[in-house]
């Protein structure tokens, strides 16, 4: 896999070749690249079908175009990164990360998301994605990516695991959701992190 660069640090573009079920090969444009604005219908496609189908986001109704608006310039305010996974112009798969918790101590601690659209799951996207995530968070000199998965979601634990991703623990009845109690495992990855840790 070849990687290129966009002209940021931590965007990264590649071609692929893929087998098509018609038996001939064609050459696809495959890129990770940062979100923009344009991409937020296709992040919210993805997002609500992760809300409405699965038990990746613990929450119960559809999000609006406004929601994730307001989302996508918080991130950017706060300087995270929106990473979305594009195939010819079309986006399949985002992620992002944030702050772990909002008090000060925990500012080299980061809680990453991943969200591949339903029908392109199970193809590597999230597993690049991550591949991402990790390369920018040691970059910025964070010391530990965590990740909340569902516990029945066992491809995403997996993919983790193949990551590098430890356990750390699971919240029991954490959430509520399609008429069943839902636990809430954790992982951590533990990352570079600064030369010279500071408190302030």
């Keep these: 896999m070849l ?14 070749e893929r087998r098509f079920e018609t038996s001939y090969i064609e050459r696809d444009i495959r890129m990770i690249r940062e979100a923009t604005e344009n991409d937020l219908i296709d992040i919210l496609e993805i997002y609500n079908d992760a ?3 699965t038990t990746s986001v613990y929450d119960y109704k559809a999000h609006t175009i406004n929601e994730r608006r307001q989302w996508y310039e918080k991130k950017k305010q706060e300087l995270y990164p929106i990473l979305v996974f594009e195939e010819n112009n079309k ?3 985002f992620a992002t990360f944030g702050s772990f918790r909002a008090w000060p101590a925990y500012k080299y601690t980061v809680e990453h998301s991943i969200y591949v659209h339903g029908e392109y799951r199970n193809r590597g996207i ?7 995530i990790i390369q920018i968070s040691n970059e910025r000199e964070f010391a530990t990516l965590v990740a909340g998965i569902d516990e029945d979601n066992e491809q995403s634990i997996k993919m983790h695991e193949k990551l590098g991703f430890e356990y ?11 008429g069943k109690w839902l636990n809430l495992a954790f992982y951590q990855l533990n990352l570079k992190g ?3 840790p500071k408190e302030y």
């Design 91 to 93: 986006v399949f798969g």
């Design 168 to 178: 750390s623990g699971t919240i029991n009845k954490a959430g509520f959701k399609f």
């Design 3 to 16: 990687f290129l660069s966009l002209g940021l640090a931590w965007n990264r573009a590649y071609c692929t």
């Design 194 to 196: 600064p030369k010279t």
């Design 126 to 132: 999230g597993t690049l994605l991550v591949k991402e």
């Design 51 to 53: 809300i409405l189908n």
